[in-house]
């Protein structure tokens, strides 16, 4: 079965800092990764998205790296704020074009 | 182009009672997929499409759900005899044509449709 883990579940911070959220996956074979927030009852906001040849992405703030070889993709937010509380949600699109999710990071952006 | 929509927002029914929700792609996406997300959970896949064709179903989608996307355009998502257990968000995607040979491409949500059972 594809799974998705990403560690922590919930995390706070204070205002300023770097912070890693974790994701791994037990399937090898992903195509492409994508790191999505959501915020408490809304959709999916797209942020990164990793093609299977890449190794990283950048945007703004955010950089998102993915290890295929060990199974694993990070994403790091730097000089976090309080604006950046949400869910962040780690998938990677299957052999089938389909998207399988991890459960999720809770962020709290402390001011 | 304004994105994925989805219609209603928000839908209160009691337990038993048929629902039907609808998502529209971005134009020209041909392939449109339907996720659930309850609470404290990621989404799950449900079923998608491509065109007006349905190519996969999960073990999810019970016999109470049916889903259509009759002219390959928009779709809709039927929920029979709703449960109590069927409270959720509904979220529905779109995707362009694959390129032949290329990894598949990004999908794109739309804001959801959020379930409750009473």
């Known amino acids: 079965k594809q799974e998705v883990t990403q560690i922590p579940a919930a995390l706070s911070v204070p205002e300023g800092e770097n912070l890693v959220l974790n994701c791994s996956f037990t399937d090898s074979a992903i195509y492409n990764l994508q790191w999505f927030r959501q915020d408490p009852g809304k959709g999916l906001t797209s942020l990164l998205l990793i093609q299977s040849s890449q190794r990283e992405q950048t945007s703004g703030r955010l950089n998102a790296s993915l290890d295929k070889s060990s199974g694993r993709s990070t994403l790091y937010i730097a000089a976090s704020q309080p604006g950046d509380s949400a869910t962040y949600l780690c998938a990677f699109y299957n052999q089938g074009g389909k998207l399988i999710f991890g459960q999720g990071t809770e962020l709290s952006v402390k001011p | 182009d304004t994105g994925v929509s989805q219609d209603p927002r928000h839908k209160i029914t009691k337990r038993g009672q048929n629902v039907t929700f609808r998502c529209d792609p971005i134009?020209?996406?041909?392939?449109l997929y339907w996720y659930r997300q309850t609470l404290g959970q990621g989404p799950e896949f449900l079923t998608y499409f491509q065109n007006e064709a349905q190519l996969e179903k999960s073990r999810l989608l019970s016999d109470r759900f049916s889903a259509e996307r009759p002219k390959g355009s928009f779709s809709t998502l039927e929920i029979q005899r709703t449960e109590q257990g069927d409270s959720a968000m509904y979220l529905c995607?779109?995707?362009?044509?694959?390129?032949?040979?290329?990894?598949?491409?990004?999908?794109?949500f739309g804001p959801g449709t959020r379930l409750t059972v009473l």
């Open positions: 995607a779109s995707s362009s044509p694959r390129v032949a040979g290329a990894p598949y491409n990004e999908q794109f």
């Open positions: 134009s020209e996406h041909n392939r």
